[in-house]
């Protein structure tokens, strides 16, 4: 099974600054099957990135993913105040698993 | 527009059994796979399952292998997922998913469903 790691565990940052998340996998990702997603409290995770580093649908573009192998990063370019959240890599290449989050607070 | 809409929240005892569902429109029901995410309180998120509407093909991630069955009816475009002893660490809110293709990403979330278990 891919176990993935995310850092930090929580970040905290002031809007209009920009935001880093890491996720590593502890076997390499082929294909860059690695997803991100966001889930705010009492609501439902939303898909940002697929293949590592597409937006899904709708999703704005100060949102990038980047990375291969066992190395990936979420950037937030300037945060937004509704963009702090909770926020979930997972890996589709061998079964599924995801990682445990990484929570973006208010500075 | 592609939903998928889940009944609503339920608290159990010990021992009983439970069924949720998970209902799809929008979109071809048989033609895309359906799972299920559990999200204990105040924890990450875990793969169950999913299955294949059009021809109930189902898989398991082994943590959940044999605790838990994934079923769907396609008449009614509704998707389940079944206990049949429920324990207290089932207590969790658990959202169905519609994934990319399989294996995949998930897409499109269900709003989630409560289950609470207390004696």
């Known amino acids: 099974e891919i176990v993935l790691t995310q850092s930090p565990g929580t970040l905290s940052l002031s809007p209009g600054e920009r935001a880093t998340l890491s996720c590593r996998a502890s076997?390499?990702?082929?294909?860059?099957?690695l997803a991100w997603y966001q889930q705010k409290p009492g609501q439902a995770p939303r898909l940002l990135i697929y293949?590592?580093?597409s937006r899904a649908t709708g999703i704005p573009d100060r949102f990038s993913g980047s990375g291969s192998g066992t190395d990936f990063t979420l950037t937030i370019s300037s945060l937004e105040p509704e963009d702090f959240a909770v926020y979930y890599c997972?890996?589709?290449?061998?079964?599924?698993?995801f990682g445990p989050g990484t929570k973006v607070d208010i500075k | 527009e592609v939903q998928l809409v889940q009944s609503g929240a339920e608290v159990k005892k010990p021992g009983e059994s439970l069924k949720i569902s998970c209902k799809g429109s929008?979109?071809?029901?048989?033609?895309?796979?359906i799972g299920w995410v559990r999200q204990m309180p105040g924890k990450g998120l875990e793969w169950m399952g999913i299955?294949?509407?059009?021809?109930?093909?189902?898989k398991y991630s082994p943590s959940f292998q044999g605790q838990v069955t994934i079923s769907a009816d396609k008449s009614i475009s509704t998707a389940y997922l079944q206990w049949s002893s429920l324990k207290a660490s089932d207590t969790a809110m658990y959202y169905c998913?519609?994934?990319?293709?399989?294996?995949?990403?998930?897409?499109?979330w269900g709003q989630g469903t409560m289950v609470t278990i207390s004696s």
């Open positions: 998913v519609r994934p990319r293709g399989w294996p995949n990403c998930f897409d499109i």
């Open positions: 929008g979109y071809s029901f048989t033609s895309y796979w």
């Open positions: 299955i294949y509407p059009g021809d109930s093909n189902a």
């Open positions: 076997q390499g990702v082929s294909g860059n099957f």
């Open positions: 293949g590592a580093s």
């Open positions: 997972q890996q589709y290449d061998r079964s599924l698993t």
